[in-house]
C-alpha cells in the first residue's frame, strides 16, 4: 500500500509541474491592467510574406496604419491618445508619434521607432494596447525620428511643412497645397514651384560625409523634367521618367523608371565613397562618388507637378536593408507590419472574420439586417405550424378514408368526430351529411329511403364544393409569407449591400485613404447583408416547395373524396 501511495503521489507532482508549464503557454502577461484591449504587431524579415533583411537594423521608424479589418476604433480614444505600443517582453513602451486618425472612418497612420529590427528569417512581435479613456497623450515625433534628420509628412491641418524632428526646420516656402488623400496621410502638393529648406547645421554635410535623402513621390504626366532634390552641387532630377544623379556638373548615376500617377518611393544614400539611387527599396544604380561639401539651402521639387510625401533627410548613410523596410512598410498595400486582433482582458482572445465584418455594419445595414431577422422568424414560424398542421391533417385524413370505405352502405353513420378533429375528410364529410339531412325535411339520415333528384344530387355537390374551397384555402393560409421572404429577402439584401457600398466609399472619399485595406472591410460587411437576404429566401424556398407538394397531395385527395362522396349518395339515394 506505501508502494501504491508514493506512485500516486509521484504522479500528481508530474501533472502539477506539467500545468506549471503549460501555464505560460497558454496565457500571456498584461502590461498595464488600465489598458482593456490588446492587438498583435507582427513584424516579418523573411522573404516570406514580409521585408526581407540581411542585417539587424536598429530605430527604425516603421509606419503603422490602422483601418477596420485590423483595428477597433470604438474601443480606443476618439483621437487615438491611449494607443501604447510595448515591445514583446510586455514591459518596453515604444516611442511612438501619431500622424493621422480618424476615429470616425476607422483609418490611422501611427509611427513607431522599433529599438531592434532582426536580421532575415524572423518574426517579431509588438503589443498594440488601446481602451483606456484616461491615458494621456504621449505621441511625440522628436522621439521617432532621430536627431540627425530633418522629416515634413505634410499632415498639419494648417498647411505649413513641419519638420518632425527635433531640429524643427521650418521651410522658408509652403507646397502649393496639401492633398488629403495622400499616401500615409495628407501630402504636399507640387506645381512646378520648390520648397525651400534654409540653411541649418542638421542640414550641412561635410566633404567626403554621408547623407540620405528618401521620400515618396507621385508625378502626373506633365511634369518632363523636376529637380527633386537640390542642394550645392548635388542635384537628384527626374527626367522623361528616369532618376539622375548630377555631382556638380557630371551626371553620376542614371536608372529606374518614372510611372506616372504611382505612388514610388525614391532614395539616394551618399556612404563612404559611394552613391546609390534606389526605387520602390530596390538599387536601381550606383557609382564611386564622394559627397561634395554642402550648405546653404535645399530645394525640394522644383518643377515637380504631382504630390510629394515622408521627406527625410538624414546626416547618416542608410543601408540597403533600411530602404527596403522603409519603402515596404510605408507603402499603402504592404504586408509589413501585419496587425492582428487579440480581444479584451488578460487572457486575450481572438476575432473571427465574421467578428470583424460585424464590427463594420454600417446603421443602414443593421436597419436591413434587422428586417431580414424578423422576416426569418416569420417564415420559420409559418413553416414549422404549416408543415404541423398538414402532417395532422394527413394523417387523420387517412384514417378517416379507412373508416369511410371499410363501412360500405352504412357510410352515412361515421362517428368520433374528437379523433378526426384534424381530418379536412371529414369536415367535407360532415357537411355532405348535412345537406342530406336538411333533404330529409329534419328525419335522420338513413331512417327512410328517400330518393333524390338529380337536381338535388347537383346541389349537395356545390356546397360540398364550397366547403371544398374552404379547406384549401386554410390549407394556404399563410404561404404568401413565405413567398413575400423567397423573393423580397434577396431585394431587400441587394438593397443593404449597395447602401452599405455607397457609404463606404463615401467615407474612404472623405477620408482620402484609398488603399485596399481601408475599403476591404466595409465592402465585405456590406456584402453581409446579400448574405443575410439568401439566408432568409433559401430555406423559405425549400420549406414553400416541400409545404406546396403536400398541400397539393391533400388538395387531391379532398377532391377525389367528395366524388367519391356525391357517387355513393347517388347510388343509394337516387333510386
Not at 503603422?64 to 483595428?71: I, S, T
Not at 420549406?543 to 387531391?556: C, D, E, F, Q, V
Request: glycine share 10%.
Amino acid at each position: 500500500m506505501p508502494g501504491i501511495a508514493n506512485v500516486v503521489a509521484k504522479r500528481r507532482r508530474i501533472l502539477a509541474l506539467a500545468l506549471l508549464l503549460l501555464v505560460p503557454t497558454v496565457s500571456h502577461a498584461w502590461w498595464d491592467k488600465a489598458w482593456k484591449q490588446r492587438d498583435k504587431l507582427e513584424l516579418n524579415t523573411t522573404a516570406q510574406n514580409g521585408v526581407e533583411t540581411k542585417e539587424t537594423l536598429n530605430s527604425v521608424p516603421v509606419a503603422v496604419r490602422l483601418h477596420a479589418g485590423n483595428f477597433t476604433f470604438t474601443d480606443a480614444r476618439p483621437d487615438g491618445a491611449d494607443l501604447r505600443f510595448v515591445a514583446v517582453d510586455d514591459k518596453t513602451v515604444l516611442k511612438h508619434a501619431i500622424e493621422r486618425y480618424d476615429g470616425a472612418n476607422g483609418l490611422a497612420v501611427v509611427w513607431v521607432q522599433v529599438p531592434t529590427l532582426a536580421a532575415g528569417n524572423a518574426t517579431q512581435s509588438i503589443w498594440v494596447y488601446h481602451g483606456n479613456p484616461a491615458a494621456p497623450d504621449i505621441s511625440d515625433s522628436k522621439a521617432v525620428f532621430d536627431g540627425g534628420s530633418v522629416v515634413y509628412n505634410f499632415s498639419d491641418p494648417d498647411g505649413i511643412a513641419r519638420d518632425g524632428s527635433a531640429n524643427a526646420v521650418a521651410p522658408t516656402t509652403r507646397p502649393a497645397g496639401i492633398e488629403q488623400a495622400g499616401l500615409l496621410g495628407a501630402s504636399a502638393v507640387f506645381r512646378g514651384d520648390a520648397v525651400v529648406l534654409p540653411s541649418a547645421a542638421v542640414l550641412a554635410h561635410p566633404a567626403g560625409g554621408a547623407m540620405t535623402v528618401t521620400m515618396w513621390i507621385k508625378s502626373s504626366p506633365p511634369a518632363a523634367k523636376a529637380s527633386l532634390f537640390q542642394q550645392g552641387g548635388v542635384d537628384l532630377t527626374m527626367d522623361g521618367g528616369t532618376l539622375i544623379l548630377r555631382i556638380g556638373s557630371t551626371e553620376a548615376i542614371k536608372g529606374g523608371e518614372i510611372k506616372p500617377d504611382t505612388w514610388q518611393h525614391v532614395a539616394l544614400v551618399f556612404g563612404i565613397g559611394r552613391a546609390s539611387l534606389y526605387l520602390d527599396g530596390a538599387e536601381v544604380g550606383s557609382a564611386q562618388a564622394s559627397l561634395p561639401e554642402l550648405s546653404g539651402d535645399v530645394r525640394i521639387g522644383e518643377g515637380l507637378v504631382g504630390l510629394l510625401d515622408a521627406l527625410q533627410i538624414s546626416s547618416s548613410a542608410r543601408g540597403a536593408d533600411w530602404i527596403r523596410v522603409a519603402a515596404r512598410s510605408q507603402g499603402a498595400d504592404s504586408p509589413f507590419p501585419r496587425l492582428t486582433m487579440e480581444g479584451d482582458g488578460e487572457d486575450g482572445g481572438s476575432q473571427s472574420y465574421f467578428g470583424i465584418l460585424i464590427a463594420n455594419l454600417t446603421p443602414d445595414a443593421w436597419a436591413v439586417i434587422g428586417i431580414l431577422g424578423i422576416m426569418f422568424v416569420i417564415a420559420a414560424a409559418v413553416m414549422v405550424a404549416k408543415a404541423r398542421f398538414i402532417s395532422l391533417a394527413d394523417t387523420a385524413n387517412r384514417k378517416f378514408l379507412g373508416r369511410f370505405r371499410a363501412a360500405g352502405e352504412n357510410f352515412l353513420a361515421i362517428g368520433d368526430e374528437a379523433a378526426l378533429a384534424n381530418s379536412s375528410l371529414f369536415r367535407l364529410y360532415q357537411a355532405g351529411i348535412r345537406e342530406l339531412k336538411l333533404r330529409h325535411a329534419g328525419r335522420s339520415v338513413g331512417a327512410a329511403a328517400v330518393s333524390l333528384s338529380g337536381a338535388s344530387i347537383d346541389a349537395i355537390k356545390a356546397a360540398i364544393d364550397a366547403d371544398l374551397v374552404r379547406e384549401t384555402h386554410r390549407l394556404n393560409a399563410k404561404m404568401v409569407l413565405l413567398t413575400i421572404a423567397i423573393s423580397g429577402g434577396p431585394f431587400l439584401g441587394l438593397l443593404g449591400t449597395v447602401v452599405g457600398v455607397m457609404i463606404t466609399f463615401a467615407a474612404i472619399a472623405a477620408a482620402g485613404d484609398v488603399n485596399v485595406n481601408a475599403i476591404a472591410p466595409g465592402i465585405a460587411a456590406a456584402l453581409l447583408a446579400t448574405v443575410a437576404g439568401l439566408s432568409v429566401a433559401i430555406p423559405s424556398l425549400f420549406g414553400y416547395n416541400y409545404l406546396a407538394s403536400r398541400i397539393k397531395n391533400i388538395t387531391a385527395d379532398m377532391q377525389i373524396f367528395v366524388d367519391e362522396f356525391v357517387t355513393r349518395v347517388a347510388e343509394q339515394f337516387c333510386g
